[in-house]
Structures are given as C-alpha cells and as structure tokens.
C-alpha cells in the first residue's frame, strides 16, 4: 500500500521569510496530492491539491511542485505571517475520491 | 465551514463500552471516509463508504464498522472499546475531487 513520509516535523521561521516541506510517497499510482492545514482543535483544511499531470501550481502565496518521477512533492509558503502557524499535512491518493494516506505533520511556527 | 457535521464534539466512554458517531456529509457528496487521528499523529484511514456500499478499509480492527444511509449522512460504530481508541474521529465528505472534513469528535476511553 501506499506510504507517504514527511519531513521536517517541526519547522520554525522568521515573519516574512519562506517555508518548505516535503514529502515522498512509495506508490506511483498515486495522481492526487492535497495538502491540509489543521489549526489546533480544528478540523484539517485544504489549503492546495495538486495531479499529476501538473508539475507545480500557486495560489497567492501557497505553491506545490510535484516530481512524479523521483515521487515527491513540496509545499511552498512565501511571506509567512503568524496566522500561518499550525500543523500541516501531505497526503496521497490514486483519485480525488479514493481513500488520503497522510504523512505525519509538520508543525509549523512563524515568529513575529 | 465545510458543510460536513459530525456528532458528538466529544465523548467520554468506559473501557469495553460500545460507540456510535455521526456524520452527516456536504450536499450532494455520495462518498464518505471516516479517519482516525492520534494525538500528534496524522488522519490514518478507517474505511470509506460511496452509494452506501464499503468501498474500501484500512488496518483497523473487525469491531470497527460502519454505515452509510440513503441521504448519504454516516455513522462510525466501535465496540468493546479500548484505551488506544481515544483519538480524534474525523470524516470527510467528496464527490469527486477534494475531501471535505468535518469538525471531529474528541473520543476519550477511560
């Protein structure tokens, strides 16, 4: 089955400056990466998705680039603000409507 | 918000006790996956439910079981439960793309 890893676990930024997370993920059946942020005792939100048949998509200051070849992807914040700060997760499937494997969060702080 | 409900919010249940959560999904959507998410952990797939049919299931136990209705709302049975069962319960609501989740219930096993 499918096994989706992600790194770092916790990530600590300055106001202003740009976060990076990554993660792989084993099954190359897999077409469908969404990525979720869960703010503490909320439900988990999703803030951008991605298929594979697109390398790299943005949405203001939230981008995701996907490497189907090497099966990786990666979230990209730019300019953080405090209200970035929450946990988030990658995750994969073979379809929209299939069943998310989430890899384990990253928790994200943003320093003012 | 998502248009996806779940009840209860939260939950305090006995060792070896039986539970039942709710969920009624976004209009429209006819799949439902309910989730469990430990503590610092994240959503691990239980199973998932389209047109009232399971239609797929993760590594959790036979006492695990669910259901899905004809208005596509949802429920989550868990019996004979146990210490490690105290976790966020989640489910999500799609049609085709995106999962939409609701806000969680908080299942406490003492």
């Known amino acids: 089955g499918e096994n989706v890893e992600q790194h770092p676990s916790t990530l600590s930024v300055q106001e202003g400056d740009s976060a990076v997370i990554k993660c792989t993920y084993s099954d190359s059946a897999s077409n469908y990466f969404p990525w979720y942020k869960q703010e503490l005792g909320k439900r988990p939100q999703l803030i951008i998705d991605i298929r594979s048949n697109v390398g790299e998509k943005k949405d203001q200051r939230i981008a995701v680039t996907l490497n189907k070849t090497a099966k990786h992807f990666s979230l990209h914040i730019t300019e953080t603000q405090p209200e970035d700060s929450a946990v988030y997760f990658c995750?994969?499937?073979?379809?929209?409507?299939?069943?998310?494997?989430f890899g384990k969060g990253t928790r994200l702080s943003v320093i003012a | 918000e998502t248009g996806v409900t779940q009840s209860p919010t939260h939950l305090i249940k006995t060792r070896g006790q039986q539970v039942t959560l709710r969920c009624s999904s976004q209009?429209?959507?006819?799949?439902v996956s309910w989730y469990q998410q430990a503590l610092g952990q994240g959503p691990q797939f239980i199973f998932q439910?389209?047109?009232?049919?399971?239609?797929g299931r993760g590594n959790f136990p036979p006492r695990f079981s669910g259901l899905q209705f004809p208005n596509y709302s949802s429920e989550l049975n868990v019996n004979a439960l146990e210490l490690d069962d105290s976790a966020l319960y989640l489910c999500?609501?799609?049609?085709?793309?995106?999962?939409?989740f609701g806000q969680g219930t908080r299942l406490t096993v003492v």
């Open positions: 209009s429209g959507h006819n799949t």
């Open positions: 995750a994969a499937s073979q379809t929209g409507n299939t069943p998310l494997v």
């Open positions: 439910y389209y047109r009232e049919e399971e239609n």
């Open positions: 999500a609501s799609s049609l085709d793309t995106e999962a939409f």
